[in-house]
């Protein structure tokens, strides 16, 4: 029953062709077995187990028609996007940044202009090189070109440290921090940081890649929980000190941005001061607005300013501005504070929205989608489970038949796309 429940979820995304046909399969045949001995219950058998035999049919059949559900309803919104108008597919689907599994798919999304770009990870290494890897991208902006639209987005995770998701065969460098600890002077770390960015945007440049999603300017704050399996801040953060994380991300963007990279800023408005891994649950910080415009902030409003790079949204509830959402696509962090208060007008991408901060909230997926874009979010991404693009495409295109978008902020964003997408392209 569990597994039938999370079947669609993000969780399963890697085993879930494994348990596709085996699971509503096992259900039936336990239905099949039971279901005889439940009709024709001999006088003699013992009430206990009787009641089993019915709890059991009736958990399987629960699972089972829960299954069919939930795969019908996923094929269907597979369906509608897939054979949905092609203008409308193009004006929406820039909106979304896809991982994937199988080049095929994708190749299909972008024949049909119906997706902004693609999360490149170590999945998409499995079993090929990094030749063929390299072709494949080509291969997708050739189409693009051909299509006479921008270049997609090429995205990938090379943060250096533990969050190196091309390396091998890139070169596997250590964490930020831990290369600027070596420096001697505030020039001998620039010359580091520079040789650094340096390595990472050569690589990623000849491999196609013109979006980095690096560097972490969450401060450090030592905050160490034995349950966060997957943020672990502390491991990825540059300093606890601000002045030096915004000076050390000036450095590591500009040298990116010298090779057509654009670097994002990760993740607003700051994971350092979290105890909960937002890929799991939900989290909340509540630090004040004034402690942390003095502090956590003050990297990302350095940085920020400075053309070409991208600010990534992280996942957190921020509970002085907004209880009820995360941050990722509250209207009032991205509308009032980044997009009026800080007056920023570059890209906004969210984290990966399979994360069960967003996934299991109230919204959903799909719900925090479209509220992202009508809080003037830029790119929405999609990256651990592909499957989770076709419900939230549907949903998007059933939001604006319904004109439950905003015509304003979605013309306003594509605006902020082409001009930094026909950047990367001069470069």
């Not at 709890?55 to 996923?74: I, N, Q, S």
């Not at 003095?294 to 920020?304: A, C, E, G, Y």
């Not at 962090?333 to 906004?348: E, K």
């Not at 299991?360 to 979010?377: E, F, H, P, Q």
Request: neutral net charge; charged residues 20%.
């Amino acid at each position: 029953m569990f597994l039938a429940v999370k079947l669609r979820a993000p969780l399963l995304a890697s085993i879930r062709a494994e348990l596709l046909w085996p699971l509503p399969l096992a259900l039936g045949v336990l239905l099949a077995l039971n279901l005889p001995r439940f009709w024709h219950r001999k006088t003699h058998e013992h009430r206990r187990r009787h009641i089993m035999r019915w709890v059991v049919l009736m958990l399987c059949g629960a699972g089972l028609a829960f299954t069919l559900t939930t795969e019908a309803k996923y094929h269907l919104a597979k369906h509608r996007v897939l054979t949905g108008d092609a203008a409308q597919l193009e004006r929406l689907g820039q909106h979304l940044v896809v991982g994937y599994r199988d080049f095929d798919a994708v190749k299909t999304l972008v024949e049909k202009r119906a997706i902004g770009g693609i999360f490149i990870s170590h999945r998409n290494l499995e079993g090929q090189s990094i030749q063929l890897l390299r072709d494949q991208i080509a291969t997708l902006q050739a189409i693009r070109r051909g299509q006479g639209l921008p270049p997609l987005w090429v995205a990938t995770d090379q943060e250096g440290g533990v969050v190196s998701r091309l390396s091998p065969p890139l070169t596997h460098l250590p964490p930020l921090a831990e290369v600027i600890d070596q420096a001697p002077t505030a020039a001998k770390r620039q010359q580091r940081v520079q040789a650094y960015g340096d390595t990472h945007g050569q690589e990623l440049a000849a491999l196609g890649i013109n979006l980095n999603f690096a560097p972490v300017v969450d401060l450090n704050k030592g905050v160490v929980n034995p349950e966060d399996k997957f943020s672990v801040i502390y491991r990825r953060a540059i300093s606890s000190d601000k002045t030096v994380v915004a000076a050390v991300a000036k450095d590591y963007c500009a040298a990116l941005l010298s090779h057509g990279v654009h670097c994002t800023l990760k993740h607003f408005p700051g994971l350092g001061r979290l105890d909960a891994d937002t890929h799991l649950t939900s989290a909340h910080l509540d630090t004040s607005i004034t402690e942390l415009a003095q502090d956590d902030w003050l990297p990302f409003q350095q940085v920020m300013q400075i053309e070409g790079v991208v600010t990534m949204l992280g996942h957190p509830i921020l509970t002085a501005v907004d209880n009820q959402h995360p941050a990722s696509f509250s209207a009032a962090v991205v509308q009032d504070i980044l997009r009026q208060q800080w007056q920023y007008d570059g890209v906004l991408i969210t984290d990966d929205f399979c994360m069960g901060a967003v996934f299991n909230s109230r919204d959903g997926a799909t719900g925090g989608t479209i509220k992202a874009l009508n809080a003037g979010v830029d790119l929405i991404l999609i990256s651990y489970d592909a499957d989770l693009y076709y419900p939230v495409m549907a949903a998007l295109m059933k939001a604006e038949q319904g004109d439950r978008l905003s015509p304003d902020r979605l013309m306003a964003s594509r605006d902020r796309l082409q001009l930094a997408l026909n950047r990367t392209a001069m470069e």
